[in-house]
Nanobody
Protein backbone atom coordinates (compact mmCIF):
# COMPACT_ATOMS: atom_id res chain seq x y z
CA UNK A 1 0.00 0.00 0.00
CA UNK A 2 1.65 3.20 -1.21
CA UNK A 3 1.60 6.06 1.24
CA UNK A 4 3.04 9.53 1.37
CA UNK A 5 2.49 11.39 4.61
CA UNK A 6 3.18 15.09 4.75
CA UNK A 7 3.43 16.88 8.06
CA UNK A 8 4.87 19.95 9.72
CA UNK A 9 2.55 22.71 8.60
CA UNK A 10 1.32 25.43 10.90
CA UNK A 11 0.96 29.11 11.52
CA UNK A 12 4.06 31.30 11.37
CA UNK A 13 4.76 35.00 11.13
CA UNK A 14 6.29 36.51 8.03
CA UNK A 15 10.04 36.04 8.09
CA UNK A 16 9.74 32.85 10.09
CA UNK A 17 10.60 29.26 9.25
CA UNK A 18 8.93 25.88 9.08
CA UNK A 19 10.11 22.41 8.15
CA UNK A 20 7.82 20.02 6.37
CA UNK A 21 8.34 16.28 6.20
CA UNK A 22 7.15 13.72 3.68
CA UNK A 23 7.43 10.10 4.73
CA UNK A 24 7.10 7.57 1.91
CA UNK A 25 6.31 3.88 2.13
CA UNK A 26 5.08 1.07 -0.07
CA UNK A 27 7.14 1.83 -3.18
CA UNK A 28 10.73 1.84 -4.27
CA UNK A 29 11.92 5.26 -3.23
CA UNK A 30 14.82 5.27 -5.65
CA UNK A 31 12.53 4.82 -8.67
CA UNK A 32 10.87 8.18 -8.14
CA UNK A 33 11.62 11.79 -7.50
CA UNK A 34 9.73 13.51 -4.73
CA UNK A 35 8.26 16.90 -5.35
CA UNK A 36 6.65 19.45 -3.12
CA UNK A 37 3.60 21.19 -4.43
CA UNK A 38 1.37 23.86 -3.01
CA UNK A 39 -2.09 25.16 -3.60
CA UNK A 40 -3.03 28.62 -2.43
CA UNK A 41 -6.69 29.56 -1.93
CA UNK A 42 -8.35 30.00 -5.31
CA UNK A 43 -5.22 28.96 -7.18
CA UNK A 44 -4.14 25.86 -9.03
CA UNK A 45 -1.72 23.43 -7.46
CA UNK A 46 1.87 24.06 -8.54
CA UNK A 47 5.13 22.26 -8.15
CA UNK A 48 7.82 24.23 -6.36
CA UNK A 49 10.76 21.91 -5.77
CA UNK A 50 11.92 18.36 -6.28
CA UNK A 51 14.68 16.00 -5.26
CA UNK A 52 15.96 12.88 -6.96
CA UNK A 53 17.39 9.80 -5.30
CA UNK A 54 20.86 10.94 -6.36
CA UNK A 55 20.33 14.19 -4.46
CA UNK A 56 19.88 16.51 -7.41
CA UNK A 57 17.37 19.26 -6.77
CA UNK A 58 15.21 21.73 -8.61
CA UNK A 59 13.59 24.91 -7.31
CA UNK A 60 11.01 27.18 -8.82
CA UNK A 61 12.23 30.78 -8.86
CA UNK A 62 9.59 31.88 -6.36
CA UNK A 63 11.17 29.73 -3.62
CA UNK A 64 14.79 29.54 -4.72
CA UNK A 65 17.13 30.80 -2.02
CA UNK A 66 14.48 30.53 0.71
CA UNK A 67 13.42 26.88 0.59
CA UNK A 68 15.69 23.85 0.80
CA UNK A 69 14.67 20.32 -0.08
CA UNK A 70 16.60 17.38 1.32
CA UNK A 71 16.15 13.69 1.81
CA UNK A 72 17.06 10.88 4.14
CA UNK A 73 16.95 7.85 1.86
CA UNK A 74 17.42 5.45 4.75
CA UNK A 75 14.20 6.77 6.25
CA UNK A 76 12.43 7.29 2.90
CA UNK A 77 11.70 10.81 4.06
CA UNK A 78 11.98 14.11 2.24
CA UNK A 79 12.14 17.44 4.03
CA UNK A 80 11.32 20.97 2.99
CA UNK A 81 13.00 23.66 5.05
CA UNK A 82 11.20 26.93 4.47
CA UNK A 83 12.89 30.13 5.59
CA UNK A 84 12.02 33.81 5.18
CA UNK A 85 8.40 32.90 4.75
CA UNK A 86 6.06 35.41 3.14
CA UNK A 87 2.29 35.74 3.33
CA UNK A 88 2.14 34.64 -0.31
CA UNK A 89 3.61 31.30 0.74
CA UNK A 90 0.32 30.55 2.49
CA UNK A 91 -1.05 27.38 0.94
CA UNK A 92 -1.74 23.72 1.46
CA UNK A 93 1.51 21.91 0.78
CA UNK A 94 1.57 18.43 -0.74
CA UNK A 95 4.30 15.99 -1.53
CA UNK A 96 4.07 13.78 -4.57
CA UNK A 97 6.06 11.05 -6.26
CA UNK A 98 6.81 11.31 -9.95
CA UNK A 99 9.07 9.63 -12.45
CA UNK A 100 12.52 11.16 -12.95
CA UNK A 101 11.69 12.71 -16.34
CA UNK A 102 9.27 15.14 -14.65
CA UNK A 103 11.74 16.46 -12.08
CA UNK A 104 12.14 19.92 -13.67
CA UNK A 105 8.56 20.58 -14.75
CA UNK A 106 6.57 18.88 -11.97
CA UNK A 107 3.29 18.56 -13.82
CA UNK A 108 0.55 17.73 -11.36
CA UNK A 109 -1.10 15.34 -13.82
CA UNK A 110 2.08 13.25 -13.83
CA UNK A 111 2.16 12.64 -10.11
CA UNK A 112 1.79 8.93 -9.44
CA UNK A 113 1.27 9.21 -5.72
CA UNK A 114 0.05 12.08 -3.58
CA UNK A 115 0.33 12.69 0.10
CA UNK A 116 -2.37 14.46 2.05
CA UNK A 117 -1.74 18.15 2.33
CA UNK A 118 -0.47 20.12 5.27
CA UNK A 119 -1.56 23.72 5.73
CA UNK A 120 1.01 26.48 6.01
CA UNK A 121 -0.29 29.88 7.03
CA UNK A 122 2.03 32.87 7.05
CA UNK A 123 0.70 35.94 8.80
CA UNK A 124 1.86 39.45 7.96
Amino acid sequence: DVQLQASGGGLVQAGGSLRLSCAASGFIFEDYIIGWFRQAPGEVREGITSISSDGSTYYKNTVKGRFTISSDNAKNTVYLQMNSLKPEDTAVYYCGALRYRWRLTLPTNRVDYWGKGTLVTVSS
